[in-house]
């Protein structure tokens, strides 16, 4: 009778499980899925890819948020995408769920830098070289070596004095120079021709087809990769032996007591030059085609650099003397909202994500548009206008982010606006310019610049 009564009961309790479980799944089925955002994805694999690099980025993007609001998906360089335009989703994605969308490159460019590059990691090896790339570009490091970099910037502008040049061609030079001082210190001199010589042959390759096959560029990229590495090798060898410690940013990677192994240390190395080059040089070139459309403006920069000239006692400029620039400053910062050389940035999901009643797919690569926000009304009246007054007053949170923001943010933000107030102190002090040729164009490939790159005739004051 017990056993049969314990039977009934076993038999009662899977009942109720087995119904419990049904209950869970059929809710769980009955529970509507979160939509995709709205969006299309254009032609198979290509996407809408043409459609965002063959003209005006602020074009493709105004569409589209017209069209579907601030968060749209759409499918570009092979990937599907969700792009948002707010300065609260741009938080979310960079800041305060970071952890939910990493990093991520087309793999042909993780190959060139290297798969131990910076830009390519979260967590705990990220962190480890955000400290040791902030230690040599922090202003404690960096105000040492103000004196270098406008050696470079004299050096720089007096080789282009009464010629006509292609200006960004020649600050992407001054760029890498001042990038391979802040590398490798004044003993940069004795590697930079070998070290230009590669890494020209490797930026080629940047965004170039991966076909790895004889004569490709992407080939003739991984070649000058190789040997890039292998200079850097000898770099690294010839420093141990000297055994001396160094503040730049190798001596930096070299002097981490946990010990980087030469690979990553090479693979961070191009990393840095590859992130201060073509991006420092495009804002240059920006800054002075603003300033050549907008003389009041010169006009007012050139006064605070020549005020500072007269009341120096030494010749040189001092950290501190850059300190006593906020025109000059606030031009900048101008130019970096108008001109958004970085028009977004690539996340990558590494789960489903659910925001604004939307499903993020994992895999997905999300990209929040920085030019956009710069770009609106909203956070910016006027937007299209070069006003640097407005920098007058902070901007609101979220609404300016020419670095980045959160734990991925340009740890060279520093640097860069040093070596550009270095070189327009005596750009505007001894030099005045004119653009040649058509003044309103924009070429796009792969980021917003000049129409050919604003040739300029540049002539000393008299």
């Known amino acids: 009778m017990e056993l049969i009564i314990f039977f009934f009961l076993a038999l009662a309790a899977s009942l109720v499980l087995l119904s419990s479980l049904f209950l869970l799944k059929f809710l769980s089925f009955a529970k509507p899925k979160l939509p995709l955002p709205p969006g299309t994805m254009g032609w198979p694999y290509i996407g809408e890819t043409f459609q965002l690099y063959s003209q005006n980025p602020n074009t493709f993007f105004s569409s589209k948020v017209k069209k579907y609001g601030s968060i749209f998906k759409t499918h ?11 300065p609260e989703a741009a938080k979310l994605v960079l800041v305060s769920k970071a952890h939910l969308f990493k990093p991520t490159f087309p793999a042909s460019k993780e190959r060139m830098l290297g798969k131990q590059a ?10 480890k070289l955000r400290k040791l790339v902030l230690r040599a570009f922090m202003p404690e490091s960096i105000k040492n070596i103000v004196s270098d970099i406008e050696s470079l910037a004299v050096g720089s502008l007096e080789s282009w004095e009464g010629k006509l040049i292609t200006t960004f061609q020649e600050m992407k030079t001054y760029a890498f120079n001042v990038a391979l001082l802040s590398i490798f210190g004044k003993d940069e001199v004795l590697y930079r021709e070998d070290l230009k010589r590669c890494y020209y042959i490797l930026e080629k390759g940047y965004n170039s087809m991966p076909i790895n096959l004889p004569g490709t560029l992407f080939n003739k990229a991984m070649k000058a990769r190789k040997e890039l590495a292998q200079i850097l090798a000898k770099i690294l060898s010839l420093r141990r032996q000297m055994k001396k410690n160094q503040t730049d940013l190798l001596g930096s990677f070299m002097g981490d007591v946990e010990g980087l192994t030469d690979e990553q240390i090479a693979d961070n190395i191009i990393g840095v030059i590859f992130a201060a080059r073509d991006t420092t040089a495009s804002v240059l070139t920006w800054i002075l085609k603003y300033l050549a459309e907008n003389p009041t403006v010169l006009k007012a920069v050139t006064e605070e650099q020549e005020s500072i000239m007269k009341s120096k006692v030494e010749e040189g400029l001092k950290w501190e003397d850059t300190k006593k620039m906020p025109i000059t400053t606030r031009v900048i910062q101008e130019t970096l909202r108008v001109a958004s ?9 590494v789960e489903d994500v659910e925001f604004n009643g939307y499903l993020i797919p994992k895999g997905w690569k999300v990209l929040p548009l920085f030019r956009n926000i710069h770009h609106s009304p909203d956070n910016f009246p006027d937007p299209e206008k070069f006003d640097p007054s407005r920098f007058e007053v902070a901007p609101k949170p979220n609404t300016f982010m020419p670095f980045g923001n959160g734990t991925h943010s340009c740890p060279g933000n520093e640097l860069a606006k040093l070596e550009i107030l270095v070189l327009l102190h005596h750009l505007t002090t001894k030099y005045r310019w004119s653009v040649m040729g058509p003044q309103n164009g924009i070429q796009y490939a792969p980021f917003a610049l000049p129409q050919n790159g604003l040739p300029i005739n540049l002539s000393l004051k008299r």
């Open 76 to 86: 570009i360089l092979g990937c599907p995408c969700v792009m948002t335009s707010s």
């Open 341 to 349: 050389v970085l028009s977004f940035t690539f996340r990558e999901a």
């Open 118 to 127: 910076i830009f390519f990691h979260q967590g705990d090896y990220h962190a």
